[in-house]
């Protein structure tokens, strides 16, 4: 227990989020207490909220708060990331726009944009490519597409880890359609596939709030976030299909299916990766903004067993509530179509977050 000066002094001087620690209370000695530390938090909690300071976070415990710690890594993982956007938002995709002054602003993120020509021209040495197509043929059975497909998919592959690398990109989204096909010649399903299993974090359709969503996942320690749309539900299994047109990282693939290079879109041009994700626990989120202000898109699943029957990377995830309420939430929000998902259970230090943030959370 301390008087009340500590905590508004380092609120005033330092201003980030602030902890207080209270110990669980030692054993009593003569008849006196000793630590008082649960009423030394409740005052300085008080003095804070009436301070107009809510960014504090309480609690009683012997060892560090681990969640607040990560929620903190998320605050300093998305101001310091650099994020970058090739192309825009996808044609009509309105709901993934974002504004770049209110991401500085509530995130500290500064945004930066450049042409689908930077990448589709970019150069790379013609060994990386050789060793991009072996590595493709590895791993995905490519007697779908043709030998000049392929040659693009390794290009493509080369290309985007460089200019990642290059431009020191902590995260990127791509405007992945029409013009990938009409002008390159391939979408770039496969390739960003083959790089979000090397931990890269490429968001679809320019959705940068979605590759934001992926980061803060890798923040607090979750491996190979990606992006799902909310495709099916079945009501009367009560399941939810994840899919999305062929992007998930495949190193999540169930090791039972044939992980396969397709074409089933963009008239042929619209190379994708194909095969079922692995069952899991999973985690659900989404950084997305609506009239100004940020809220966030938190729950958890599992995925289960399925069949190979789809184009595409997918999963059936089945919900701890009705599935039909999930997608009420959603919808009725206005949730942007795509969430980040990963394995694993993160939930805790996203909530801590919202708190500290004052965000809403959609769950």
Request: net charge neutral; charged share 20%; glycine share 8%.
């Amino acid at each position: 227990f301390h008087l009340g000066h500590l905590a508004l002094v380092i609120a005033k001087q330092v201003k980030k989020p602030i902890l207080l620690w209270a110990l669980p209370e030692l054993p009593y000695d003569g008849g006196k207490i000793r630590l008082n530390s649960v009423c030394g938090a409740n005052l300085n909690a008080s003095n804070l909220y009436k301070g107009g300071i809510r960014n504090y976070r309480v609690v009683v415990r012997p060892d560090m708060d681990q969640d607040w710690l990560d929620a903190i890594r998320v605050r300093v993982a998305l101001s310091t990331a650099r994020v970058g956007i090739i192309g825009y938002r996808a044609h009509g995709f309105f709901n993934l726009s974002t504004a770049d002054l209110a991401l500085y602003n509530q995130l500290g993120v500064l945004l930066d944009h450049f042409e689908l020509d930077e990448v589709f021209n970019y150069p790379v040495p013609d060994a990386e490519v050789a060793r991009r197509k072996e590595q493709l043929k590895k791993v995905f059975d490519v007697s779908g597409i043709t030998g000049d497909q392929l040659d693009k998919v390794a290009a493509l592959s080369a290309k985007l880890d460089a200019f990642l690398t290059a431009k020191r990109l902590t995260a990127l989204a791509i405007r992945c359609w029409p013009e990938f096909a009409a002008t390159y010649g391939i979408s770039p399903c496969a390739a960003m596939s083959l790089l979000q299993s090397e931990d890269r974090i490429l968001a679809c359709e320019g959705d940068v709030e979605g590759a934001l969503s992926m980061l803060a996942h890798r923040a607090v320690g979750a491996e190979t976030p990606f992006l799902f749309d909310f495709s099916q539900i079945d009501l009367e299994q009560n399941f939810a299909l994840f899919w999305h047109c062929g992007v998930a990282p495949c190193n999540l693939w169930d090791g039972r299916c044939v992980r396969s290079l397709d074409t089933y879109f963009a008239g042929g041009k619209g190379v994708t990766a194909d095969f079922v994700l692995k069952s899991g626990d999973l985690s659900i989120l989404r950084l997305d903004s609506c009239d100004g202000k940020f809220r966030m898109l938190l729950d958890t699943a599992r995925a289960v067993p399925m069949d190979k029957l789809l184009k595409g990377t997918y999963m059936k995830a089945v919900f701890d509530r009705n599935v039909g309420d999930v997608l009420t939430t959603v919808v009725n929000n206005g949730i942007a179509h795509h969430a980040s998902v990963v394995y694993g259970t993160y939930v805790k230090p996203f909530e801590i977050l919202a708190h500290i943030e004052g965000w809403e959370i959609v769950k």
